[in-house]
């Protein structure tokens, strides 16, 4: 099969870009022979053959083309993968713990003497557990800086549809608010129908 369609190629379409150069060619010598009196008529349908006949094999060159840069296509993304693959291998062995020196010292390499090493420095870092938290000192909370009437009623005031369009439209267009994907751009776009709901 593999044989039969190399043979079909070269057969039929090894040649593009002269049969391409011959069809122009032709087409141009038509049309000069076309300016002449009297001889429009005879060469009309001459001229729309020639001119299906170069569509045509425009059209198996563009085809090659395509298959060529899809071919180039996956041997760059091939080379992509295999230089991402190394470069993931290349930062797992460099973010990998081989040993660890001890605080007297020593060193240790085995999985289970540095997750033990690891366990015991955050302990003593971090504390130890408690079963309960103190309560809160009432005299350090009326003590220390109060939030007066008029900032309380602040926190607690409405959030007007205005303010919230002037603080969309300060942000850039490029920027996400979640995980959904949709960006500030897509928000201001639609904020004839989102600012009404």
Known sequence: MKQAMKDLNNAKY??????????????????????????????????????????????????????????????????????FFASTKNIYSQNKIKSLIMRNGEVVQTKQEIEEEVLGFYKQLLGSTTESLPAINPVVMRDGPLVNRQQQLQLVKGVYKEEIYQALLGISDNKAFGCDGFNALFFKKAWLWLGTG
């Open 14 to 83: 090894s040649a593009v870009g002269e049969n391409i150069n011959q069809c122009r060619k032709k087409l141009c010598e038509l049309q000069k022979q076309m300016r002449e009196p009297g001889q429009v008529e005879d060469m009309v349908l001459e001229e729309n053959d020639t001119k299906v006949q170069l569509e045509k094999w425009l059209g198996v060159e563009e085809s090659i083309m395509k298959q060529k840069s899809r071919v180039q296509w996956l041997k760059l993304g091939d080379a992509n993968i295999t230089y």
